[in-house]
């Protein structure tokens, strides 16, 4: 399968600091690729990279086999590139409505899409004129999906989505996303939970130390504790 | 487990609306005017407050959303204030037979272009001061100050170079000269052409911020410019536009101020910017409803201050920061998280 996304060498510096150190790795076209790794591996700077939120200082990073790592953030998202920020980063001073019709970047919300997207996460049609700042943090995430979703894109980036939820609603975020990637989406997802990795990723590249040092399927890490150990540093029986 | 059994959905607490400062104007007022003798001057000092505050919200009101939306601190604002003041004198000296017509019309026929071409020059300026003065020191506060406190210094001795020290006057149209009479009570005309202007420089400020997909960028923008960007809008180009509106809501504002005060002289924007500034910090940074209420806070206390103590009213707008910022350390209704 072709792979829609591809970094090839990535560094990128923040400040004086050196954190991605030749990341590669890619996405193919219509899988779910989670990210794995410790804590303060790289992950999240890798999202931010691909987005252009933080400059790469080299490397190459391609959509679809052009290039992108030149482009600013708004014209890498408009080139087809969703994000969903661990930190949700929902307009608190704006209404769910008001936080969608911005996502809507082409024009008027779809109706059937929206309805779609009420089916996965009801309170949001049921606080559709509540300022996002006075929902729970399971709703803004929501909300932080739904603004992900409103539009087709090419390549979804979602990072760290279930940090700090209730099982319930992490519950609905995962059938959201196995819906997703049904309907053919890309998604490149950052995780820590390995039990929702192992239950949405297709392949999985895991990085520590600002560099990718495993990449393969999904299928074959959750079936080799061992690797696991050595990669993540867990296995399934002791990270419930 | 889908999402219809989530707990999710229990409806949330009512949002609390903060009706509270909006009532503060109100509140000051009634402590006030029981103070003052006679009900003629009552009115004459409230509408006299009501107008000063008008003149500095929509002088201010350009600078709280440069300062919301682009977390840029500038001390230039106050030279766009004093340029349009200058701009609009410009114009407005050939045209002095229109101005001093009994006809409104011919009035209106000086007035107008002449507030539209200051509106214009300082906009156009405040592009060319984004993009050469600010735009190299974006998220950096200190080189901010100072290069845009540079920036001021150096249009105010532009001004006293072209236009030399003196205080250059500009009488009012004659339609806007005396008053209206309610009794023994006297409002000039041209403070309620104040309150007027101002009241529709806020509520098209709000429709637009409410209503618009740009005000809709612009909210989200104050409160986080890099989501905004993520979801493919360019922020830049709202930054020059919001920065050029800023500039030119300044120019507008000093163009009333210059026919309020009958004069224009160079060093008009500096000594107004330290006002501006206090009314943007007691509203809260980005928010426009709040720097209404700062101004008109700001004004009615300095108008009563100035009747009933005067020597209190050189520090009324001090002391009304330190005690609002007291009460709530982010201004009334503060907007951005910054």
Not at chain 1, 99 to 118: H, P, S, Y
Not at chain 2, 63 to 80: E, Q, S, W
Not at chain 2, 236 to 254: E, I, K, N, Q, Y
Request: charged content about 15%; some cysteine; proline content about 4%.
């Amino acid at each position: 399968m072709s792979e829609l996304l591809t970094l090839s060498g990535v560094e990128t510096h923040i400040g004086r600091y050196h954190i991605l150190h030749g990341v590669e790795f890619g996405v193919p076209e219509g899988q779910t690729t989670m990210l794995l790794g410790r804590n303060g591996a790289g992950k999240t700077t890798t999202l931010r990279t691909i987005m252009g939120l933080w400059r790469a200082s080299s490397g190459e990073i391609r959509l679809g086999g052009a290039r992108i790592e030149t482009l600013s953030t708004p014209d890498i998202a408009r080139a087809g590139i969703g994000y969903v920020p661990e930190t949700m980063a929902v307009f608190s001073d704006l209404t769910v409505k008001e936080n969608l019709i911005l996502a809507a970047r082409e024009g008027e919300m779809d109706q059937t899409r929206l309805d779609w997207i009420f089916g996965f996460f009801p309170p949001l049609r049921k606080f559709w004129l509540a300022r996002a700042g006075t929902l729970s943090g399971g709703q803004k995430q929501m909300l932080s999906f739904a603004r992900s979703l409103i539009e087709p894109r090419r390549l979804l980036l979602i990072d760290e989505p279930t940090k700090g939820l209730a099982p319930a609603i992490i519950g609905a975020l995962i059938d959201c996303l196995k819906e997703v990637k049904r309907r053919g989406a890309t998604i490149l997802l950052v995780e820590q939970n390995f039990r929702v990795a192992q239950e949405i990723g297709d392949t999985v590249s895991v990085m520590d130390n600002g560099r990718v040092i495993h990449s393969g399927t999904m299928a074959e890490l959750a079936a080799d504790e061992a690797m696991q150990q050595r990669l993540l540093g867990l296995s399934l029986d002791t990270h419930q | 487990m889908s999402a219809q059994d989530m707990d999710v959905g229990a409806a949330l607490p009512k949002t609390p609306r903060d009706f509270v400062p909006l009532l503060l104007p109100i509140a000051l007022a009634l402590v006030a005017l029981p103070f003052i003798p006679s009900t003629s001057t009552r009115i004459t000092l409230t509408i006299a407050g009501l107008a000063m505050g008008m003149m500095i919200f929509v002088m201010a009101s350009g600078l709280t959303l440069i300062f919301g939306l682009m977390d840029v601190l500038n001390f230039g604002h106050g030279a766009f204030i004093a340029v349009g003041a200058y701009v609009a004198t410009l114009v407005l000296i050939p045209l002095a037979a229109w101005m001093q017509a009994d006809s409104v019309w011919l009035n209106l026929a000086a007035v107008v272009p002449a507030v539209l071409f200051a509106m214009a020059v300082t906009g156009a300026l405040g592009l060319a001061f984004e993009r050469v003065v600010i735009m190299p020191v974006y998220g950096q506060h200190l080189k901010q100050i100072l290069i845009t406190m540079g920036g001021m210094i150096v249009a105010e001795q532009i001004l006293y170079a072209f236009f030399g020290p003196q205080q250059i006057p500009l009488p009012l149209p004659a339609s806007l000269r005396g008053s209206f009479q309610f009794g023994e009570a006297a409002i000039e005309k041209y403070r309620v052409v104040c309150v007027v202007v101002g009241l529709m420089v806020y509520f098209a400020m709000l429709a637009i911020l409410n209503r618009t997909k740009i005000g809709l960028l612009i909210r989200a923008g104050v409160e986080n410019t890099e989501m905004v960007e993520a979801l493919g809008y360019r922020i830049t180009r709202l930054f020059v536009g919001v920065f050029m509106a800023g500039s030119a809501l300044a120019g507008l504002g000093g163009v009333m101020w210059a026919l309020y005060r009958e004069q224009v002289n160079a060093s008009m924007g500096s000594e107004l910017l330290v006002l501006v500034f206090i009314v943007v910090i007691i509203g809260g940074l980005g928010s426009v409803t709040g720097c209404f209420i700062g101004a008109l806070l700001v004004a009615l206390a300095t108008n009563y201050a100035g009747f009933l103590v005067p020597k209190l009213a050189l520090v009324t707008d001090i002391m009304l920061m330190v005690v609002i910022l007291l009460w709530r350390p982010r201004g009334l209704y503060p907007v951005t998280s910054r």
